[in-house]
Structures are given as C-alpha cells and as structure tokens.
C-alpha cells in the first residue's frame, strides 16, 4: 500500500481541480488536507473559493465557521455559521442544519452572547 504524504496529497488534489475546476468534493477534500497541515490562510482562500462558485454546498459552512473560530475571526464565524443555517433550512438539510445550530451556539456560549 502506498502512502501519500500531505503534501503529494495537496498536489494531486489541486490537478485534479485543474482537471475539473466544477468539482466541489475534491476542493472541499483539498481545503481538509490544508487544515490539517495547519495552512489556515490557503484553506480559508479554497473554502470561499467553494462557496462562491457553489453557494450550497453547504457542508462547507460549518468548516469555514470553524476555521474562522480557529484564526480568531469570531464576528465572521458567526456570519458563515448563520448564513449556512439558513440554507440548510432553506433546503431541507437536517443534519447540516444541526451542526450548524449547535457550532453557532457553542460560539455564541464561548463569547458570552
């Protein structure tokens, strides 16, 4: 069995988006290798790439909330947490809905709001 390491990884991730730049799992996968290896700038840039081009894909929400908690941005966590909410009521996305509802109020507990 071959293992990869993070970074063999980050590149073949990043041709396969090269290959197909529609393909939201593989930049949502590639954005996943980037936090682990702690580059939050670049996985920040890739998960807003996602929500732009793809709006709901809405798993992406409470990553980014996540990550935005993790660098510090609490006022944006907060905006990414609330918006992915509303389109996983919007679309019927019971489980995201869930994470979504509970990260938010794990925040809102953590500042005291």
Do not use: W
């Amino acid at each position: 069995m071959v293992k990869f390491s993070p970074m063999n990884r980050i590149a073949i991730l990043k041709s396969y988006i090269e290959r197909d730049p529609t393909d939201m799992f593989t930049r949502h996968a590639l954005a996943m290798e980037l936090v682990k290896i702690g580059d939050d700038l670049e996985a920040q840039q890739v998960m807003e790439e996602i929500l732009g081009i793809d709006e709901l894909y809405i798993g992406t929400y409470y990553h980014l909330g996540k990550l935005c908690e993790r660098i510090g941005d609490m006022i944006k966590a907060e905006a990414v947490y609330t918006k992915g909410i509303v389109l996983a009521e919007q679309f019927n996305d019971s489980t995201s809905l869930r994470e979504l509802k509970a990260a938010l109020q794990h925040l809102k507990d953590e500042l005291d709001l």
